[in-house]
Structures are given as C-alpha cells and as structure tokens.
C-alpha cells in the first residue's frame, strides 16, 4: 500500500516531502486531485493468483472519464501500476485494489499520475446467505451532473451519504434524482425482480455505468431472463419480489430490506452468480495470470 507526507506552502501548492522545488521557492504544481477532487478511480476485486477481471472495461470508462474531464491518461501506464501493485499482494489472497489517476497543475491539469491502494477483501458470506439493508440516502442528486457518470475522486457526496448509512446499521444508501426516481447506492448498483423479470434503473436517472452491472445484464439476457432498464420510484418497491446490489467487489448480494419493505432472497440470484462466475473465468483466460 502506498502513502505520501504532503507538505503546504503559501502558493497552495503541494509536494512529498524530499522532493525539490522548481522555479520560485514558494511555488509547486498543485496536486489537483487532493485540493479539487479533480481525478478519477477504479476499483478492483484481486482474485486468489492474483488475477483481474475485465480490466478493459474498467479502463475503458477511466479512459472516457479521462476525455471528458481533459485528463492525461495513458492505458499503458494503468496496466504497469496494476501490474506493480499485484506483485505486493500475496497470491493466496483476495483483495480490493484501487486504482487512482492523480492529477497535477496550476490552472488545469497538466499532468497525471497513476497511484494504488489495496487492503485485504472483507468477509462476504453473511451478506450472500442473508441478504443485505439498504436505506434511502436522505438527500437527492441531480441526475445531470456529469460527476454521476464517472468514478472521480469527488466523491465526498457519496462517502457521506455511505457513512450515514453503516452508521444506521444500513449496508447502503439509495440515492433518488430531482425526480425521485431511484438511481443507484453509493458503492452500487441495484437491481429488482418482478414475476420472473428484471428490472434497473436507466442509467439517464443518473447512476455510474457499473463494470458489473454490465455483466450481469449480459448474464440475464444470455440466460433467457428478461431485463430492462427502467424507471423506479420509492412507491414501486412493495410490488416487487425481491432485489440484488451489485459492484466489482460484491459481485452479486440479495437484498432483504429496503427501508420497512422486505424481500425474500431471491432463487434466481444463484443463476446470475453462476452465470457471472462463468464469465469471471473467460475474463481471466483472455487477460492472462495477472491482467
């Protein structure tokens, strides 16, 4: 795991401690990401020998928030720091893996910088048998905002809507756009059944492209199961026969409540698992042992 001493001067400029400065003393490129947000993040879950899962599509979005945003990003330069931070990770181990284009300049960014972070993967299993709580966020976002879109390192709004949840005994939050229309969790993307169908939120609601949403759309359709994204409001939950959240380190997790409604876990989540299993596998085939 990685961590650098910051050290402030009088310009609002910042840089590790040893470093020199250039040009006047009292100037040093600002590290945008920490004074403004302005960066963006990907999260992976490590697989026991260190193997990844569908790397280009997590790079793929990094790549097209990186444009968006007008942020130096280079695909090459992701894959060696992947590739540098699972050599510290034991190959008997599963873990979390961020990682973080860091971005630095005066006016705008001028150039960029991959760092990463991993920490051990937490115990899942309890959340897979029982299902998990999920509350509503008690405010709501503007689904126009183009930060919803993309994984960026502003992201306070979501780790305080998080951190009021799991301080209500909640696993997460829902958030709800200007519309009310449920959108998504702070770390997830959610799912609902109905009589054999599969119902999630557009992403035009405003909600983040999840890597694994995508998949498990892909495992619903391929395995003959209707799925459709489409609007949800707060008032539609009691019809509905169960539900499922979903991200890169969860996978797939049943959901027993929602606020006072309660959901039995639903049979059809083992098909999706299995499904999104089998293409955990072609994934790891096609991007080798590490990537």
């Known amino acids: 795991m990685w961590s650098a001493t910051l050290k402030m001067n009088p310009c609002w400029g910042y840089k590790a401690l040893g470093q020199e400065a250039k040009g006047c003393p009292f100037f040093f490129m600002k590290n945008r990401t920490l004074l403004f947000g302005e960066g963006l993040f990907e999260t992976f879950r490590v697989y026991r020998a260190r193997r990844l899962a569908f790397v280009e599509d997590h790079l793929d ?10 942020l ?47 920490e051990p993967l937490p115990e899942m299993g309890a959340w897979q048998d029982q299902g998990v709580k999920l509350a509503f966020c008690p405010f709501q976002r503007f689904s126009g905002s183009p930060l919803v879109r993309f994984k960026t390192t502003s992201y306070l709004e979501n780790i305080f809507a998080f951190t009021w949840a799991r301080d209500q005994g909640f696993f997460d939050a829902l958030f709800t756009n200007e519309r009310g229309q449920i959108t998504e969790g702070c770390i997830s993307n959610v799912f609902f059944f109905e009589e054999g169908h599969i119902w999630t939120p557009p992403t035009h609601a405003g909600l983040l492209p999840g890597v694994t949403r995508k998949q498990i759309i ?10 459709t994204e489409r609007t ?5 939950l009691d019809r509905f026969d169960g539900a499922f959240v979903t991200n890169s380190v969860i996978e797939t997790l049943p959901v027993c409540t929602v606020g006072d409604i309660v959901y039995a876990i639903p049979e059809m989540i083992q098909t999706l698992r299995a499904g999104y299993q089998e293409r955990l596998e072609a994934a790891f085939f096609r991007s080798g042992p590490k990537l």
């Open 61 to 70: 979005r990094m790549a097209e928030g990186a444009n968006f945003f007008a």
């Open 72 to 118: 130096p990003f280079t695909r090459e330069k992701a894959i060696d720091a992947l590739k540098l931070a699972l050599e510290e990770i034991p190959p008997d181990s599963e873990a979390r893996l961020r990682l973080n284009l860091v971005s630095e300049g005066d006016h705008r960014a001028e150039k960029t910088a991959f760092h990463t972070s991993w």
């Open 232 to 236: 949800v409001m707060p008032g539609d």
């Open 218 to 227: 892909g495992v619903a359709r391929a395995v003959g199961l209707p799925v």
